[in-house]
């Protein structure tokens, strides 16, 4: 791969299109060349760049600080890498050794070690930080953390099917609203449900408001519940979830979780924001439906 197109630059860096030409009009960086179309067209050294440039803005620097920096100058301001011990050598190693097979197997024998509840509420959880910062620091690359992803994701649903189906309110309606792939932190959440007996309905990523709460009713759900990764903006969690929350009917609960749900610091009237599993886990061994 020798240059990228302004969409593939916009996967790799979750980085919007919009922002990244807008940034070029204000700082000169990203800096694209045009292919015969005229169309933008992007060096690969500069996703690394850009990986960079977002870890400074996550961390709470503004544009205009972080991308006047000269390449040098935002190596000696992005965070170190991480130590070995930070990022779970052995889990990076096992990654690493592009062992199809081989990661299923740990990732089955530590489910059976823990159990589907402690693997869930703590492994899972601690494994999924380790890739994404592993993939933010470069240790990683974006195939292999996709086939970590993937494993994980197979292993929860072969270990949810083993269960019966929950019987048990709450009944619970599983999804992200629109502009939010990542659905793992929903597959924890299912399966936890299933561990307790509640009844989960998964409906998968990006479910139209509308259908969500035609959905609501179909099911009966008591509750829905969404999840926000780092990957949504706070402000864009706050208005999706708002909207949902007056399109519902008021007695079906809205649940959140993830890290950019976390990051609201006044959630809307009637939302409930969950700050890991193991409340989720808390909730349903009290049989409650909290937030109606
Ligand atoms: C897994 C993953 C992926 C998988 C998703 C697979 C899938 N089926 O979901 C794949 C590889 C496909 C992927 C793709 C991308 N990803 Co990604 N991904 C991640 C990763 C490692 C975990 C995300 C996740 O599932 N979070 C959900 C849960 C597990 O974590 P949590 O938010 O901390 O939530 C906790 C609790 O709050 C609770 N919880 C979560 N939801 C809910 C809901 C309820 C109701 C309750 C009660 C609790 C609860 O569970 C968690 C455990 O306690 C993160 C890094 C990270 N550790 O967050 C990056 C991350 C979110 N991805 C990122 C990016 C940039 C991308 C890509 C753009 C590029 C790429 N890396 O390939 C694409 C975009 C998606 C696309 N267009 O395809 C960035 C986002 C950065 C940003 N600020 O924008 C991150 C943060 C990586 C990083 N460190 O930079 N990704």
């Known amino acids: 791969m020798t240059d990228l ?59 205009g600080q972080v991308l006047t920096l000269s390449p040098e100058e935002l190596e000696q301001a992005a965070p170190r890498p991480p130590s070995p011990d930070t990022l779970d050598p052995g889990l990076v190693d096992l990654i690493k050794r592009h062992d199809d097979e081989g990661l299923r197997q740990e990732l089955r024998a530590r489910l059976l070690r823990e159990g589907l509840r402690r693997f869930v509420c703590e492994s899972a959880a601690g494994m999924l930080t380790t890739v994404g910062d592993g ?18 994701d197979s292993v929860l649903r072969e270990a949810v099917a083993q269960l019966p189906p929950g019987a048990r309110r709450p009944r619970v309606l599983l999804t992200t609203l629109s502009g939010e792939p990542h659905t793992l932190g929903l597959m924890l959440a299912f399966a936890l449900l299933r561990v307790e ?26 509750a829905v519940a ?16 708002r909207r ?37 886990a808390a909730v349903l061994e009290s049989r409650g439906v909290v937030g109606n």
Not at 20 to 44: I, K
Not at 136 to 150: I, K, Q, Y
Request: charged letters at 25%; glycine letters at 8%; aromatic letters at 8%.
């Open 226 to 241: 969404l999840s926000f990764s780092e990957y949504v903006d706070p402000g864009a969690v706050r208005l999706g979830v």
């Open 244 to 280: 949902l929350r007056q399109a519902l009917p008021p007695d079906v609960a809205l649940w959140c979780g993830g890290r950019s749900a976390q990051r609201l610091k006044r959630p809307p009237a009637g939302v409930v924001i969950f700050s890991d599993l193991e409340q989720l």
């Open 5 to 63: 197109s302004i969409a593939a630059l916009a996967l790799e860096t979750g980085i919007p299109k919009e922002t990244l030409r807008m940034w070029e009009r204000r700082y000169g960086f990203p800096q694209p060349t045009r292919n015969a179309r005229g169309e933008r067209r992007y060096p690969v050294q500069q996703v690394a760049r850009l990986r960079q440039v977002r870890r400074l803005l996550d961390l709470g620097m503004r544009p």
């Open 197 to 222: 007996g509640a009844a989960g309905i998964l409906l998968g990523a990006q479910t139209p408001e509308s259908q969500i709460v035609a959905a609501a009713e179909a099911f009966a759900a008591d």
């Open 135 to 152: 993939w933010a620091r470069g240790v990683l690359e974006v195939f292999e953390e996709h086939h970590f992803s993937a494993q994980l």
